[in-house]
């Protein structure tokens, strides 16, 4: 059964003084881990087993009131879908912040931009926000700054001159993927948009699909679809008429390349003989499916771990003298058997 | 470049009462939303035109402070990878909290259990925590609720009494796994547990499979491997040698039944004719590999909004009078052609 809340009845630092039989100051000392406040190993166990008898917790609200700012550092969630690289970025950043004293937190709201969401983060006093680029603007990071807010680090497809970027260009996929169909020799291909949730990283990718065409001068032709077998069986069926049908259709990611493979055998089709088709990031969908996928990887994995480098290093020398060095982050084509 | 922080610059609430040429009470009515404060419409479009103006951000620890409890609602990460699931979750409760004025944050250790748990999510004094169930004791939901906290919600294998559970039964989804193949005539089967991040949600879903394999009297073989072609591969080709081979495997999830599908072909064997290949998740893998994959389906949509209508439940009540209505949450097959 749920308990009737009692609130009111948490344990004070008082509370914990009292039962160590220490000094408030003392408790302060410790549970802050305070440089240099002489404090004995015996005290410090004496206040930590009174900290665990009581139950008692710090309040982090009363602890940024002091310090102007908390212990907290804010993700703000992202809007594509939570997979793989997120989940790496954060498993890695909550280490490397455990280990000064930091509590990674995301927040949940998505869709706030700008003054909103400056607002709406300032909130909770955080020491460091880790945010898309696009949902901030000079402004709002002022205003974070101006609420004790130490560290802002941005993420998008381009840095921009109000605070540290780390640049993650999806434009650059579509060059790379086309780069590598001209290298192959096609002179026409399609490229999938996706409709719905992935639309906007779609059409990021594309525009790097665009300058390569024209760079190669390569005929390009535009599809937008939704991920759905009976939209790439028309697709496919389509092509399998036409005689300047494109010779290579780059897929947006794996699982759009793996649903055109499946559309262009049940056309008719072979690939890579009649099309080639290749994906994006590298999933383990890529060993599975026959014929085995081409893709562009885009090594996530060394990207967070880039990500949260450059983060600490940040929060290290807080005060800021000059950027950290930031890598440019650069997609490469695997190659098996599909293009 | 980097602005260098000016902590203590952020205006405050007697900033905007100034601005607003209104008393510090009328902001806090109008920025708290007290129902029956008389506020006129002129007057609260006053405050906030001042709010924006002056770019104010109230702090959520002070109001922590006054209120004894925040507006933040704290999920606790679960161990298991981020995927579509969760991101269901968090996009559904995020919605559902913002309407009651509350706000969504991922509290990011995956590790801390019991009271350390509790004091680490305690800090941020919420309204409301998600957690897995192993994660809590009845203790450490103790120290929640004597720190403000009005409302647990706690999801996981089994029901628990010390704090409204959600269940979401792994055993269950071998037990249905299985009985779809005994139904099928299969009398010889083998069941896969991964080996690493997946291994622990493998072992309570092996626990469903040998239950059902027992009721039925099926022969059950265990194969612990990771996810890796060479593993399968091995696997595989050590089944097309041996005449007491199992008939069908049950495969974790639809990535192993889709690795599993492309060794037994390299290895000689059909689907389903040699060995049937089950899967779980009903990902839209299951329609792009050959044949078709049978899966059983959880339904994650489902239970994300079953999850959130529960937790909202709880919250619109807040001092409780008893459970709401938390409903069984059955696993599905969807029969395709692998089994």
Redesign the interface.
């Known amino acids: 059964?749920?308990?009737?809340?009692?609130?009111?009845?948490?344990?004070t630092s008082a509370d914990v003084a009292r039962a160590a039989g220490v000094s408030r100051t003392t408790v302060s000392f410790v549970l802050n881990d305070v440089p240099g406040s002489g404090i004995s190993d015996a005290t410090r166990d004496k206040v930590l087993a009174a900290v665990?008898k009581l139950?008692?917790?710090?309040?982090?609200?009363?602890?940024?009131?002091r310090a102007?700012?908390?212990n907290?550092v804010v993700?703000a969630?992202p809007r594509w879908?939570?997979?793989?690289a997120?989940?790496t970025l954060?498993?890695r950043?909550?280490d490397a912040?455990?280990e000064r004293g930091l509590?990674?937190?995301?927040?949940?709201?998505?869709k706030l931009t700008g003054?909103d969401a400056?607002?709406?983060w300032?909130?909770?006093?955080p020491r460091a926000i880790l945010a898309d680029t696009w949902r901030c603007t000079p402004?709002s990071?002022?205003?974070l700054?101006?609420?004790?807010?130490?560290?802002?680090v941005l993420v998008g497809e381009e840095s921009v001159?109000?605070?540290?970027t780390v640049v993650f260009e999806q434009k650059r996929i579509g060059v790379v993927a086309v780069d590598h169909l001209a290298e192959q020799g096609h002179r026409r291909i399609a490229a999938i948009v996706p409709t719905g949730d992935l639309r906007e990283p779609g059409e990021l990718r594309y525009v790097g699909v665009v300058e390569a065409a024209a760079d190669h001068g390569i005929e390009l032709a535009r599809v937008d679809m939704p991920?759905d077998?009976g939209a790439a069986l028309a697709l496919a069926r389509g092509w399998a008429l036409a005689a300047d049908r494109p010779t290579a259709v780059f897929a947006y990611n794996d699982?759009f390349a793996?649903?055109m493979?499946?559309a262009l055998r049940d056309a008719g089709l072979s690939v890579p003989g009649d099309i080639a088709v290749l994906g994006v990031d590298d999933t383990?969908?890529c060993?599975?499916?026959?014929p085995r996928l081409s893709t562009v990887a885009l090594h996530t994995t060394s990207f967070a771990e880039m990500h949260v480098r450059v983060l600490m290093d940040?929060i290290d020398r807080?005060?800021?003298d000059?950027?950290p060095l930031i890598p440019e982050h650069e997609p490469l084509v695997v190659r098996r058997d599909s293009a």
């Open positions: 059964m749920p308990k009737v809340p009692r609130p009111g009845k948490a344990p665990r139950g008692y917790s710090p309040n982090a609200g009363a602890r940024a009131l102007g700012t908390s907290l993700y969630m879908p939570l997979g793989h997120i989940d954060l498993e950043a909550r912040l455990a509590v990674l937190i995301v927040h949940g709201d998505r003054m400056a607002r709406a300032a909130e909770l006093r402004e990071v002022e205003l700054h101006q609420h004790g807010v130490q560290t802002v001159p109000y605070a540290p991920f077998h699982e793996a649903l493979l499946r383990p969908l060993e599975l499916v026959t940040l807080t005060h800021g000059g950027l």
